[in-house]
């Protein structure tokens, strides 16, 4: 198969709502499963059983530490049938890992309860959130390139920004229901929400993809060039790329912004009950507030900045990393002063930064990634996306803990590590000023990109 015989190889004729509307119905049970797993399970576990946070983060980053399964997962989808599908088999199975593990998130809070030094019930919080990890890895890369399998070549990044979206959409609609179907902690709703959410997602996570590959295109056929290329090692591709001082700059940027980010998201649902005395209904509408904020200025974002080059946007991306670092710091204030009802406010100021940052940053991974490496470049941001994310949930637990065991009180214990949050997403900003984005993009020829170059990298800042 020549390179001409590729590029002219079938593809989606079309874009089909209908097909992307069913796609996108996957993610309610995505949503509800994380609104389970890292909203309401953690909140019980330490404001309820007063656990220490940083067990509970480590857990929760589990996944995280594992995101090179994704990878490899996104390459054996490409390459090598699993009975039968390129796609499909690998997503079933990856989600039904998922399922699998929620009947020991139940168990493990039946076990603790009381007694939170059991130690059947801390390997069943173990077994729980490995399987949910290595089966949201396993399927999370193979969906997204089914997705863009679904579309014609000039619709795939909608597509992808389409599921993406619905993705945080259905993270509000999970978090206000729950919210309201259990205000308290009750054992007995706890395991009808575990039950409804292995029935629900099970449900939609076949169906949703059911039929949708025999429609699309199947992973193309290798030409001999692509073959040769592939064989060039990986070692020195990567020390290439790591010689390049404005890429080991792009790194610590990622990775600073995405570490303080994600500081707030074990503790945040614990802080609004230890610390403001809210009760669980509330604190389990926190995520919402922040991610439905984040769905409207993304959306914004790309209305507004889309016929911007992806390389001119580097101040958005900053600007939105500062509208972060002030909601972060709303929340530090709320923390140190209580009962200024300013929690709400705050989350809608972080979410709304965070939904441009997400539209700029997601510009910048892809005119920071050279043609002929592209591959490599996006592997490497979307690793310290992921890694850094669940280093970020540990720091903001551990943070916590120390404070608190040094004899501070928790208003000033979590209100210290809001802050500590807060410098880590200015340190980004002016890490951020340091790189010479045009002159990267200058260099390796990349005048225009398209939403494809960021297909990729398809995880959340």
């Not at 088999?89 to 009947?103: A, E, N, Q, T």
């Not at 792009?250 to 802080?271: G, K, R």
């Not at 540990?394 to 000033?412: Q, W």
């Not at 210290?416 to 790189?435: M, P, Y």
């Amino acid at each position: 198969m020549s390179i001409m015989d590729e590029q002219t190889a079938p593809e989606a004729s079309e874009f089909s709502w209908p097909r992307m509307l069913r796609l996108s119905t996957f993610q309610i049970g995505s949503a509800m499963g994380d609104i389970l797993v890292t909203s309401i399970w953690n909140r019980v576990m330490i404001s309820n059983f007063g656990m220490p946070a940083w067990p509970i983060g480590l857990l929760i980053a589990l996944r995280y530490f594992l995101s090179p399964l994704s990878l490899w997962a996104g390459h054996r989808s490409d390459t090598t049938k699993f009975l039968g599908f390129y796609r499909s088999s690998y997503i079933w199975f990856g989600r039904g890992l998922m399922v699998i593990s929620l009947p020991f998130l139940l168990l493990s809070l039946q076990r603790l309860e009381g007694q939170t030094g059991d130690v059947l019930g801390w390997v069943y919080a173990l077994l729980c959130f490995a399987l949910y990890g290595v089966g949201t890895l396993l399927s999370g890369s193979p969906f997204l390139a089914l997705v863009r399998d679904s579309a014609p070549r000039k619709d795939q990044g909608f597509a992808i920004s389409v599921a993406e979206t619905v993705l945080i959409i259905f993270f509000a609609i999970s978090g206000i229901s729950f919210s309201y179907w259990m205000e308290e902690y009750d054992p007995a709703i706890f395991r009808q929400m575990v039950i409804t959410t292995m029935v629900i997602g099970g449900f939609f996570w076949t169906m949703g993809i059911a039929g949708i590959e025999n429609q699309s295109v199947p992973p193309a056929v290798k030409d001999k060039f692509t073959i040769a290329k592939e064989q060039i090692q990986f070692g020195p591709t990567l020390n290439k790329i790591w010689a390049d001082q404005r890429t080991r700059l792009f790194f610590m940027f990622l990775s600073t912004a995405t570490l303080a980010a994600w500081m707030q998201d074990v503790i945040l649902e614990p802080f609004g009950g230890d610390v403001l005395n809210k009760s669980m209904q509330q604190t389990t509408r926190y995520n919402s507030y922040w991610q439905t904020a984040t769905v409207i200025t993304l959306i914004g974002a790309a209305a507004y900045w889309r016929k911007r080059r992806p390389e001119e946007q580097k101040g958005v991306a900053g600007w939105g990393l500062t509208i972060m670092a002030l909601g972060m710091g709303l929340i530090a204030l709320e923390s140190f002063l209580g009962g200024v009802r300013l929690i709400e406010t705050a989350l809608f100021v972080f979410g709304a930064g965070f939904g441009i940052y997400t539209f700029g940053g997601l510009s910048l991974m892809a005119v920071m990634s050279s043609d002929v490496d592209a591959g490599a470049y996006l592997g490497l941001w979307t690793i310290s996306i992921l890694i850094f994310k669940g280093l970020g949930n540990f720091l903001g637990s551990l943070l916590r803990d120390v404070f608190l065991a040094v004899g501070f009180t928790p208003d000033v214990s979590y209100g210290i590590t809001f802050f500590v949050a807060a410098i880590g997403l200015i340190a980004s900003v002016a890490i951020l000023a340091q790189i010479d984005i045009l002159g990267f993009a200058k260099d390796h020829g990349r005048f225009r990109t398209t939403p494809e170059d960021v297909q990729a990298a398809g995880v959340e800042l």
